[in-house]
């Protein structure tokens, strides 16, 4: 049986950066990189936002941040459809054209 590919990945892209990339999209879409972490220290990774998703700043590992994303994005997709917004509606205003001044 084969495993589908994950959709959030994490790629080391420098001694102490990583991307998270969304591999549902081709690697020359924008959507396709999520974020870049930084490492400020030993138990501290910076996190950049570039997508659509928006968590913590801060993490304990370049994992807990794909963890996040996933968790994340798993409650979204169960949690089921919003309600729609209403749209205020109003009567048609009949009458003469306003006169130009």
């Not at 102490?16 to 969304?22: L, P």
């Amino acid at each position: 049986m084969n495993n589908p590919r994950p959709r959030y990945e994490l790629h080391r892209t420098g001694h102490a950066q990583w991307q998270v990339r969304d591999s549902s999209f081709p690697a020359d879409d924008s959507r396709h990189l999520i974020a870049h972490i930084y490492e400020v220290d030993e138990f501290e990774y910076d996190v950049v936002w570039t997508g659509p998703i928006e968590l913590r700043a801060e993490y304990g590992s370049p994992d807990d941040v794909l963890a996040d994303i996933r968790r994340s994005t798993m409650l979204r997709s169960h949690r089921g459809a919003d309600r729609p917004v209403p749209i205020a509606h109003h009567e048609p205003v009949y009458g003469p054209p306003a006169k130009a001044s």
